[in-house]
């Protein structure tokens, strides 16, 4: 029998650690195909090169068993799971794990992710697909409380899949020891202060990205941001259908 086939990517970058976290995990459950983007494509959610070459570079497996494959993507990370399905993989993967992103994908964050747009591309297709995130944006974070979890998590959909049109986005809080894993929502929340300026050495302004993450329910107890701000890792549900069936009527109301 083969070995099931596990495709993992990130948008933190094939040189990030933890990609290579996840790889080790994952290449005790089958052969494994890493397809990663050369450089990092954090906040990239769903785009995907359309006017620009992708080029693929194979990389030597110097740090694995011989059942891992590397591969790097000069593009962002929905272009390395379309590559990887069409002109890399030898067979269609029974899992698809993304990460461990290095920074929160908890709350708001889901629609901005790189990470999870990878998994939700996998998902359109029908691939059980994982994403991991570790809220800690250090590429020297300690990653090591995560690998029961995702050892566990990924086990149990390699064997039982998941339903149609969904997908996992797993969070974990960083420098703690994990109390347990909580199956959630995410938190409804914004961003503020989102952009600092700057001046330039010629006296122009520049705009960096930065702000802070506002909870908008910080009571609400069926929530990850809730969970993770007391030390659990989360769960949650996401399908990457983003359309409301139930709204129908009440547009038809409006425009009708």
Known sequence: MEKPLILISNDDGIAAPGIHVLARIAQQLGDVFIVAPDSPQSGMSSAMSVNTPLRVKRHENTDYNDNVNIFSVTGTPVDCIKLAMNNILPRRPDLMLCGINHGSNAGNNL???GTMGAVMEACMIGIPAVGYSLMHHSMAADF?????????????????????GLCLNVNFPAKVAVEGLKVVRSAKSHWTEEYREYIDPTGRPFYWLTGKQIDEEPEAT???LYWLGRNYATVVPVTPD?????AIQTVLSIVG
Do not use: F
């Open 242 to 246: 983003q359309t409301n069936p139930a």
């Open 144 to 164: 090591s409380q995560t690998v029961p979890y995702i050892e566990k998590i990924s086990k149990a959909v390699l064997s039982k899949g998941l339903p149609s």
């Open 111 to 113: 629609i901005y992710s």
């Open 222 to 224: 069926d929530t990850d």
